[in-house]
């Protein structure tokens, strides 16, 4: 690739360089005809193409010239600048595919619902997005002893005073039920659960303890604690309210894929609606 196959952009005072290739992947596009020095908006001073518009759009615009789709960061939000900015450059199936989902939920809510009861914490966890809890399960670990107490673990062996790991409880696909603490069998014997979640190596007793961890997990893991109340004042029950930005990728396809997409999405509609009717 020789120097005259490069291009490079000034935008807001940012440069960008990019082949002539990559512009003349969109020929439709305004951006493409910029070949051709006739638009005014693009002006070629010092060898570079400079274009008064906010250049923090620009890498989501190259990225589609680039590979027909950009991936979007889960802190972004201007979908309505990012469209705007599509089409300026006149890439109308970006702007389009935009606006058409400018308004679809991009928030993952979680529910943390926390209680004390005696000498136990129980902790329940619902979430909108499946695949989050799924994760969230492999993280924790319940360790108990006296793993045979009223015969709720009956597959582990008989009298284990060694801590044994059990699964989370998952009683749907959007929540996950766990509890920790002790349980008085004798005079002087205990059967205790323990938690730990990774990467902590720790085996918490204490359900105090244990909130605090998964707080600062959720936290870690890129949610945000807006919002506590409190459920059952009788029964003691906290909820913690937590949300999350997904990350975004928007796929463009060409006019040829896109009809076909069209037709497949439209025989799906149809679809449903005899099973409907049915």
């Known amino acids: 690739m ?11 005072g940012k440069k960008f360089t990019t082949t002539l290739s990559t512009l003349r992947r969109h020929q439709d596009s305004r951006i493409a005809r910029i070949l051709d020095g006739k638009d005014t908006d693009f002006k070629v001073i010092s060898g570079q193409v400079f274009v008064d518009r906010d250049w923090t ?12 789709q950009i991936t979007l960061p889960a802190e972004f939000s201007d979908y309505n600048g990012l469209a705007q900015e599509a089409q300026f450059y ?16 991009r928030v993952e809510v979680l529910e943390l619902r926390f209680s004390v009861q005696e000498t136990h914490g129980f902790f329940r966890i619902f979430c909108s997005n499946n695949k989050t809890l799924e994760a969230l399960a492999t993280k924790i670990s319940i360790f108990v002893e006296h793993p045979n107490l009223h015969g709720n673990f009956p597959h582990l062996p008989q009298n284990s005073n060694t801590p044994r790991p059990v699964p989370v409880q998952r009683p749907s696909h959007h929540d996950l039920v766990f509890h920790c603490g002790t349980d008085q069998l004798a005079r002087d014997d205990f059967s205790a659960r323990f938690v730990t979640i990774e990467p902590d190596d720790r085996k918490l007793l204490n359900s105090t303890n244990v909130l605090g961890l998964l707080v600062d997990t959720l936290l870690k893991d890129g949610f945000r604690l807006i919002g506590t109340r409190t459920v059952s004042p009788e029964e003691k029950i906290e909820c913690y309210m937590f949300e999350r930005s997904r990350n975004t990728q928007i796929v463009v396809l060409s006019e040829t894929n896109r009809a076909e997409h069209l037709r497949r999405e439209d025989t799906q509609s149809k679809l449903g609606e005899g099973k409907t009717n049915k």
């Open 57 to 68: 759009f620009f890498k989501y615009i190259l990225d589609y010239m680039r590979t027909d």
């Open 2 to 12: 020789s120097a005259q196959d490069l291009i490079t952009f000034n935008i807001g």
């Open 90 to 105: 006149g890439l109308y199936p970006l702007a389009l595919w935009v606006e058409r989902n400018i308004h679809r939920s």
